[in-house]
């Protein structure tokens, strides 16, 4: 496992970062008993992964808290709470003391005293002139109690796939680490959100790697039509067939290319793999300590994606 310095905080991050959210949730979203969920975190870091994120609302933080509650201190954990109630985008946004009762929550469900990393979740550009006024003095008091080490904020990437609210926030000054959504069919991050994370000294964990788009074919063909849709895709420019065949030239396929395309990215630390399956955490952890994909790949993608803000992958 390779390691980085993850920006201002200075700790010493895997490359590799376990994502405990996405479509498999550690496999619950599938049907994974608790245990096998457990046993998925107990891979990771006897692969050397150091780096969890998890979330109130994945309901993975009591598995997450069960599976390190041996190594607490050898690991960190990133986990989030969203400024509304999950699920209700009408609800009325928690208050800073509201919030700082969510964090409670969060670390009864870890079984831990303190957050290495703790995030607004999912934020959006219209909010965030009320997360700098109300919530972040809130977390700023919870890192002075010792309760929270870093702060961090995550994107909506799913509609914010040009990173509106990332490139609002980051030259703040507020956010330790932000989250990004980076892949190859989208590497729009890398012009309006990387270039101002270096620039700050801003940890970047990367999400949606590969997602429903790079693990599916049915994926892949939704995603690029929905580019072809938004007119940023030539697609007499690939193979009917096979649209991202050249990519297994080097590499040992898709998933395998999309995890290296993020992991050489100049200002992404940490490239999050969500999975339940310890076989693909074994592969996707191999891949991220691969090294960087063939130039010619590298040239094609640029020619076919460099441009395209439109997707996230989903
Ligand atoms: N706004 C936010 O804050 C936000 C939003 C989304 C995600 N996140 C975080 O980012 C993390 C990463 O996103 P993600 O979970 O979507 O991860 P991802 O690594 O981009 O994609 C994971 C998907 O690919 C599949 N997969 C993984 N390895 C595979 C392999 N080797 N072969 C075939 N399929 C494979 C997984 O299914 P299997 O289980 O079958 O492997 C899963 O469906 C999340 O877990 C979460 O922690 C944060």
Redesign the pocket.
């Given at each position: 496992m390779h390691y980085k310095t993850l920006g201002r905080t200075g700790l010493s991050v895997s490359v590799a970062g376990l994502?405990?959210?996405?479509?498999?949730?550690l496999?619950q979203a599938?049907g994974n008993t608790v245990e096998q969920s457990i046993a998925v975190v107990h891979a990771a870091l006897d692969l050397g992964i150091n780096w969890i994120?998890?979330?109130a609302a994945?309901g993975t933080e009591k598995i997450v808290g069960e599976a390190v509650k041996d190594r607490r201190d050898r690991i960190m954990i990133s986990t989030?709470t969203a400024i509304l109630p999950w699920g209700q985008p009408s609800a009325k946004p928690y208050s800073g003391v509201e919030i700082l009762e969510q964090l409670e929550k969060n670390l009864g469900r870890l079984g831990t005293d303190y957050i290495d990393l703790y995030?607004v979740?999912?934020l959006v550009h219209e909010q965030l002139p009320y997360v700098n006024a109300e919530i972040v003095p809130a977390l700023i008091k919870a890192r002075e109690q010792g309760k929270i080490r870093f702060l961090g904020v995550?994107?909506?990437?799913g509609s914010d796939t040009n990173h509106k609210m990332l490139s609002a926030a980051v030259p703040t000054n507020a956010w330790d680490v932000v989250?990004v959504?980076f892949?190859l069919l989208n590497p729009s991050a890398r012009r309006n959100v990387l270039r101002l994370t270096q620039a700050h000294n801003v940890g970047v964990?990367d999400?949606?790697?590969?997602?429903?788009a790079?693990?599916?074919a049915d994926g892949l063909k939704e995603a690029l039509d929905q580019i072809e849709k938004a007119g940023q895709l030539d697609r007499s420019k690939l193979d009917t067939a096979d649209p991202l065949g050249f990519l297994n030239e080097g590499t040992d396929g898709i998933?395998d290319a999309a995890?290296r395309f993020c992991r050489h990215e100049p200002g992404i630390d940490i490239v999050?793999?969500?999975?339940?399956?310890i076989d693909?955490?074994k592969?996707?952890v191999n891949s991220i300590n691969r090294g960087p994909l063939p130039s010619k790949s590298l040239a094609r993608l640029e020619e076919l994606f460099g441009q395209v803000d439109s997707v996230s992958g989903n």
């Open positions: 994502g405990c959210g996405g479509h498999s949730r496999g599938y994120d998890t979330a994945y989030k995030n979740h999912g995550t994107e909506h990437f989250m959504g892949n964990q999400m949606f790697a590969v997602r429903r790079l693990s599916n998933v995890y999050l793999t969500g999975t339940g399956n693909h955490l592969e996707n």
